[in-house]
């Protein structure tokens, strides 16, 4: 894991004949403003991260303070009014198939089966598989996620984290480099999310993809990510990195140790300090 400061500091080195990063994801002093009829709406403001290859990143801030707006920069469907959004080094200024995106909604299409639905993907990123090629793929991915036997079924005769299961498995079937993953789990009870999480572990161990989580939940975040970004209010800038490296597979009892009582502390401190509620 890379956090911006060192990056910086380190700079690009030479391997394999070329000049290269370690970090997958760059966005350096981005500055974005939506112009409406009443004016302009200033959103990010000289943001600056960077998230390594492999790594996954969860990113926390007040509601409306701009995640959103960051996750459609880097997936090339905005282009900051200033700074530089790049993905290994190169510049994003139009939407890539190499990122894979999953909402809080999982927008399944009723018509398809969930098999044909995780399918889409590959129906429309340009590959070389064949038909049965890309249904073993799409299998493999929901046996993964728990849900062999659903491949069938309709959206509407599944639950609501089975439909989010089947959402993840779309978001990654043709293996994205990229993973944003936009409060994905936010509209799921407290045991089904739980579930995800674990979800989230195995897909993490068997696909290579670097991961930017948007989250309200800092226990989620804490609980999945490397490196947690804390924005603060609007127009938002990174107001504390806290480095939670994976060492290994996690468990959720991990949540309950003093360790994590701790950085739960720091990210509830920072939270209110970005919605203004208590001084830095
Ligand atoms: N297309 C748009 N046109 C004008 N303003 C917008 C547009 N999209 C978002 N905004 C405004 O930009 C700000 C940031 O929106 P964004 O959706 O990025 O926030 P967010 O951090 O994802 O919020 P939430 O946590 O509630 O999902 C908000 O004030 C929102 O009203
Ligand atoms: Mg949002």
Known sequence: MLNTASALARGPFFASGAWMTESLIDIAHVTHAYQTETGSVPVLNDLTLSCAEGTFTAVVGPSGCGKSTLTRL????MIPDEGVVSLHGERVTSPRSTVGMAFQNP????????????????EIVPNALSRKDREARAMDLLKLVGLEGF???RPSELSGGMRQRASLCRAIV??????????PFGALDAFTREDLWQTMHNL???????CLLITHDLRESVFLADQVIVLSGRPATVQYTLDNP???PRSLDELYTPEAAEKL???RHEIQVAQGREVA
């Open 204 to 210: 993490r161990a068997e696909e290579s993809f670097t």
């Open 174 to 183: 043709h293996r994205p480099e990229v993973l944003i993953l936009d409060e």
């Open 265 to 267: 502390a720091i990210l």
């Open 151 to 153: 491949e069938s079924k």
């Open 107 to 122: 927008v399944l299409l009723e018509w398809r089966t969930i098999l044909d639905n995780v399918l889409l993907p590959l």
């Open 74 to 77: 880097i997936a090339g469907l």
């Open 246 to 248: 994976m060492s290994g």
